[in-house]
């Protein structure tokens, strides 16, 4: 399942199903992902993301519906889980006037515990804007207490983070915005390898509620199972109570963070 090109007509996809040999009878109940602006925000991958929550799901015993939404779609409802991708700066000003516009109901989401994970362009509009190298500025939607200025040097490579929560997460960065957290607000963790948010303080992304932020692609989530198993968790414990994890095979994540961990910055 690919995103349609840049500039293509595009229906709301609400409810896409899946093929037959991927789709087992649920028999713990149905998660809805709800991937934010997948046609302008889903660089370096970061359509993955969404596509290893499914699978995982699957593994797991749930039945995972996804959803799409793009500038000018109806916004879904009963969204169980967000998650939401980078983009060149030209993307972010595609999308930041219907992002605005869905900023009390992303908001509320956020507020009520909602889990979502949010990579690169969309960590800085979450924040409280995001200040271009050339002077103008991108307002966000505040969520986060975090702002982002443009500059000449861009931060790209491969990163290792330490993060309490998850262990050591992999993952890529390629970014020229740099970001720095307000005091009501964590850091995902340090970086042992890389740069992170910005070039000064060693940290890496950032936690508030059930939200996970972090500048890494790759895309992220199918190299670190830990992350992606916080998310289903959380989702599928707001929604039914409690979460009866099955058994996913990550043999294929382990061979993955075997030889992240062996490349080079």
């Given amino acids: 399942m690919t995103p349609p090109p840049p500039g293509t007509p595009h229906e709301p996809t609400f409810g896409h199903e899946l093929p037959p040999e991927e789709s087992p009878a649920p ?32 593994w797991h015993g749930y039945a995972p519906e996804l959803l799409e939404y793009n500038v000018g779609d109806a916004f879904p409802a009963d969204v169980d889980l967000i998650v939401g991708g980078g983009g060149q700066d030209s993307g972010q000003l595609v999308i930041k006037d219907d992002l605005l516009s869905r900023a009390s109901t992303l908001t509320e989401l956020a507020e009520d515990g909602t889990p979502m994970l949010v990579i690169c362009g969309l960590y800085q509009l979450f924040g409280k804007f995001f200040k271009t190298r050339l002077g103008s500025v991108i307002p966000g939607i505040g969520i986060l ?23 050591t997460i992999l993952g890529y960065e390629n970014h020229s915005g740099q970001t720095t957290l307000g005091p009501g607000i964590a850091p995902l963790g340090t970086t042992a390898k890389g740069t992170g948010n910005n070039s000064s303080d060693g940290q890496e992304g950032a936690r508030y509620r059930n939200i996970v932020a972090s500048y890494l692609h790759g895309s992220l989530l ?3 199972p830990d992350l992606s198993d916080f998310l289903i968790r959380t989702a599928v414990e707001r929604k039914y109570g409690t979460f009866s994890p099955g058994q996913p095979d990550d043999s294929y994540a382990v061979l993955a963070r075997e030889h992240a961990a062996r490349r080079p910055r």
Avoid at 30 to 57: C, E, F, H, K, T
Avoid at 149 to 166: A, C, D, K, Q, Y
């Fill in 27 to 58: 028999s713990k109940g149905s998660i809805r992902i709800l991937q934010l602006y997948p046609r302008d925000m889903n660089i370096y991958g970061d359509w993955g993301n969404a596509l290893v929550l499914a699978q995982r799901l699957r």
């Fill in 145 to 167: 207490d975090v702002e982002t200025h443009g500059t000449e040097e861009r931060l790209i490579g491969n990163v290792s983070v330490s993060s309490p929560e998850f262990g």
């Fill in 222 to 224: 199918p190299k670190n």
